[in-house]
């Protein structure tokens, strides 16, 4: 093989996967782990380091993994990050460490995230969890939502020696990890529960079911319960409507709904009584990671699947490597698609959805060209079910009933991007809540930013 070229990886053959929940990629086992290693240059100023939000030393676990010593290849990757397992597989590398790797400049860049995800799960495998610390502070932290932020956040106060609690409103620890990104891409019992409770093996406590804003506010927290600071990592879980006529009629879903239902609540399992509105033809409306999700699901629930999307395909923000299994899995895209109308039979029931044409103008703010209406371009697609992926905004729960939390136009958190400090003292945010829906690694950055900027200010407290 080519050194040029990245190992190959074993994925499970489309048509099987497209009617199952199963995770679709297998990941390297040791020996092409080590083949996949020994492409690493171990370049000096290594640039994968500088494109890594989170700056695993991504050289030095390397070079142990290609001397097979994944023990040593661990413990490196666990000083920066708390959840590789997770990272491994929905990390953006392409734009990121993979992105920018010397190997990429005249052939593939060194397969990182698989990479990364081997290890991890050899460190499962072989029950190596990371080490907890030895010397307390005796100081309490809360941070609000177990997701990446607040769990990075967590389990970062905990290595330094903080009695940290996390509070999470739903039934169980993981955010967006658990009840948005699907089984078959990130599996549930074996990889997100198994790296939460390598947080909780650092002394992290999580509280399920707990509300911030509606059980006990931010200010209860320190003024009653004796937390000296707060971490808010609760996300950006408000979906958006598009606000077209007929978008509350029965089969209109938003994502996050749908993805619930099925990941969390395990719909899709025979031994759940969870009701799902599966669809025998369902439109996805939208073009990112959490669109073509929710139409990979329609479609292993037994749906013909639409992706409709106003943009042309080189517009699609999804990772190019989603987009690639969806259409591998039979998923049909209709780009250059903006619907209109939702149509409803007597009983409200959804019957189709009237869409017009569009084709790409000049570009606009986001610097992407911006889609034009065609006239007289109306067309009406058959579907019976909806399912609304145009992106989240922060709930506005706690910065309503937190007294000097200040919030941007788009309800998100004002913070400092390197501390994490927010208006209100001893009030630090991180992740989804401060930038709006963005990505596991950088949800994952801020909590470190934000852990070190709360270490710094208690010790000057
Ligand atoms: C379907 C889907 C697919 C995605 N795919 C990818 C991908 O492939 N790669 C990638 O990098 N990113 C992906 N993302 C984005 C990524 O998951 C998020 O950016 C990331 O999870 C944000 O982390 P967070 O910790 O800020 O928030 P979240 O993961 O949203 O966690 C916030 C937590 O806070 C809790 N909470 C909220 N309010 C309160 C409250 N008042 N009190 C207590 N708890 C509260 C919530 O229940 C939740 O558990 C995807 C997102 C979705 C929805
Ligand atoms: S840039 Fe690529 S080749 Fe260089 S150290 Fe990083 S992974 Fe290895």
């Known amino acids: 093989m080519s050194v040029l070229e990245k190992v190959p990886v074993r994925e499970q053959e489309p048509q099987e996967r497209a009617a199952n929940f199963e995770e679709v990629c297998y990941g390297y086992n040791k020996d092409e782990a080590m083949i996949e290693a020994s492409r690493c240059i171990n370049c000096k100023n290594a640039r994968c380091v500088k494109g890594c939000p989170v700056s695993i030393d991504i050289p030095g676990f390397i070079a142990k993994v290609k001397e097979g010593n994944m023990e040593e290849a661990f413990h490196i990757i666990s000083k920066s990050s708390a959840?590789?397992?997770?990272?491994?597989?929905?990390?953006?590398?392409?734009?990121?460490?993979?992105?920018?790797?010397?190997?990429?400049?005249?052939?593939?860049?060194?397969?990182?995230g698989k990479l990364e995800r081997f290890v991890a799960d050899w460190a499962r495998e072989n029950n190596i969890a990371p080490q907890p610390a030895t010397e307390k502070k005796g100081k309490k932290v809360a941070v609000i939502g177990a997701g990446p932020a607040g769990l990075t956040c967590a389990g970062d106060l905990a290595k330094l020696g903080y009695d940290v609690t996390i509070f999470e409103a739903l039934h169980e620890a993981g955010g967006v990890l658990l009840y948005g990104i699907p089984e078959f891409r990130l599996p549930k019992d074996e990889v997100v529960k198994a790296e939460i409770e390598n947080v909780k093996k650092l002394g992290v406590k999580i509280e399920c079911n707990v509300i911030i804003g509606r059980s006990v506010t931010i200010d209860e927290l320190m003024e009653e319960e004796g937390f000296e600071a707060v971490f808010i990592g609760s996300g950006a879980g408000l979906p958006k409507f598009m606000g077209i006529p007929g978008e509350n009629a029965k089969g209109v879903f938003s994502a996050n709904e749908f993805l619930t239902r099925n990941n969390l609540m395990k719909a899709f399992r025979e031994d759940y009584d969870t009701p799902i509105h599966k669809g025998q033809k369902v439109a996805v409306v939208g073009g990112g990671n959490?669109?073509?999700?929710?139409?990979?699901?329609?479609?292993?629930?037994?749906?013909?699947?639409?992706?409709?999307?106003?943009?042309?395909?080189?517009?699609?923000?999804?990772?190019?490597?989603?987009?690639?299994?969806?259409?591998?899995?039979?998923?049909?895209?209709?780009?250059?698609?903006?619907?209109?109308?939702?149509?409803?039979?007597?009983?409200?029931?959804?019957?189709?959805?009237?869409?017009?044409?569009?084709?790409?103008?000049?570009?606009?703010?986001?610097?992407?060209?911006?889609?034009?209406?065609?006239?007289?371009?109306?067309?009406?697609?058959?579907?019976?079910t909806v399912i609304m992926a145009l992106g989240t905004s922060p709930n506005p729960l706690i910065s309503s009933t937190t007294e000097g939390l200040d919030i941007n136009k788009w309800k998100c958190i004002v913070a400092d991007e390197t501390t994490g400090a927010t208006s209100k003292p001893g009030v630090f945010a991180g992740g989804d809540a401060v930038t709006g829906a963005a990505t596991v690694i950088l949800a994952m950055g801020a909590g470190k930013a934000a852990a070190k900027g709360i270490d710094e200010y208690l010790s000057n407290k």
């Open 83 to 112: 959840l590789p397992a997770i990272c491994g597989r929905v990390c953006p590398q392409e734009t990121q460490c993979e992105g920018v790797c010397i190997r990429g400049v005249k052939g593939e860049a060194v397969s990182i």
């Open 290 to 384: 959490v669109a073509m999700d929710a139409a990979r699901t329609a479609l292993r629930l037994g749906a013909e699947t639409h992706i409709v999307y106003r943009r042309s395909e080189a517009e699609l923000p999804a990772r190019a490597e989603e987009v690639h299994h969806a259409k591998e899995e039979g998923i049909i895209f209709d780009t250059l698609t903006n619907p209109t109308e939702i149509l409803t039979d007597d009983n409200g029931d959804v019957i189709g959805m009237n869409c017009v044409r569009m084709e790409l103008g000049e570009p606009d703010a986001s610097g992407r060209r911006r889609p034009v209406e065609i006239p007289d371009s109306q067309f009406t697609m058959d579907v019976d």
